[in-house]
């Protein structure tokens, strides 16, 4: 475990008599090697300090991230939980854009975009691509590019705070799920707890991508499986539309192939439009696995 000590709230405009929100940053990893190389330096020079820096390694505490973030968060001081992978690193005023939205009593979270680093390889931006275009994501391409702000129930802990009050309320990540440990999250925060989280498109990070093709179908198999469970787990956040699209593909083929050219010949990128059409074969398989999984 690495903490950096280092407070600064100034720049926060709070009133006197409010609580100061101290701010712990958790990251799970295998081994500190793990860690992309803006990701230290990046958080050293937030406009904001936070108060420590947590990173969860095997060495520390094995498991699966869920486990880790866990783990970390109920270990931290701070009063808000801040979670970021081990492959990204936010922009200087991440913390200085999130806490402001902090303040009243309904919030329990915010969270922000994953933006593609302008230094990836092209195999890595055109995955970031799959995660950012209307064709690739649908309606869920705020959470990788900037778009207006909105009230969510369900968002990735690649960008994600939460106030630790709230965090305990709920029993924190419920680590029998991963991915999707985040999806519970943010589920109960909302629908138990009443509570409210917020996407600011101010809220920025930079997420090294998994480049195509091996790497990315991998991590869309995992979410895929996990989505379908959870359409039968969590109907209230996962029995959604857009959640069953890619299981449309045959019956919509001629249009669907016309649109992967257009938005492929928009990005100047002929990989994009394969790389697309297997994001949605992959995700649509596992997910119907997940669908149909009796444990």
């Not at 590019?145 to 029993?171: E, G, H, I, M, W």
């Amino acid at each position: 475990m690495i903490k950096k000590q280092g407070l600064s709230l100034k720049v926060l405009g709070f009133q006197k008599g409010q609580a100061l929100l101290t701010i712990s940053v958790i990251i799970p990893c295998k081994t500190e090697n793990d860690l992309c190389p803006e990701l230290l330096p990046a958080l050293t020079k937030q406009s904001v300090k936070p108060l420590e820096i947590l990173i969860i390694t095997d060495k520390l505490f094995p498991g699966d991230p869920a486990t880790k973030r866990d783990w970390g968060a109920k270990k931290s001081v701070g009063s808000v939980l801040t979670f970021i992978d081990s492959d990204a690193y936010p922009d200087k005023n991440w913390l200085k854009n999130a806490i402001k939205y902090l303040k009243p009593k309904n919030i329990a979270a915010v969270c922000g975009p994953s933006l593609t680093p302008p230094t990836d390889s092209i195999r890595q931006k055109i995955s970031g691509l799959v995660w950012s275009t209307k064709i690739g994501s649908g309606p869920y391409t705020y959470r990788n590019r900037q778009t207006s702000a909105c009230f969510v129930d369900d968002y990735p802990s690649f960008n994600l705070l939460v106030k630790k009050k709230d965090f305990l309320a709920v029993n924190g990540f419920d680590t029998q799920f991963w991915p999707g440990e985040d999806t519970k999250l943010c589920h109960d925060l909302v629908y138990k707890l009443k509570k409210q989280i917020i996407y600011s498109p101010q809220i920025v990070v930079y997420h090294h991508r998994r480049p195509i093709w091996l790497p990315h179908l991998q991590q869309i198999s995992r979410y895929g499986f996990q989505r379908g469970r959870f359409v039968r787990l969590f109907p209230r956040t996962s029995l959604r539309p857009a959640y069953f699209l890619p299981l449309l593909l045959p019956l919509i083929f001629p249009l669907y192939f016309l649109a992967l050219i257009i938005t492929a010949v928009y990005y100047h990128s002929l990989l994009l439009a394969p790389a697309i059409f297997l994001t949605h074969l992959v995700y649509a398989l596992f997910f119907l696995k997940g669908l149909l999984y009796q444990p």
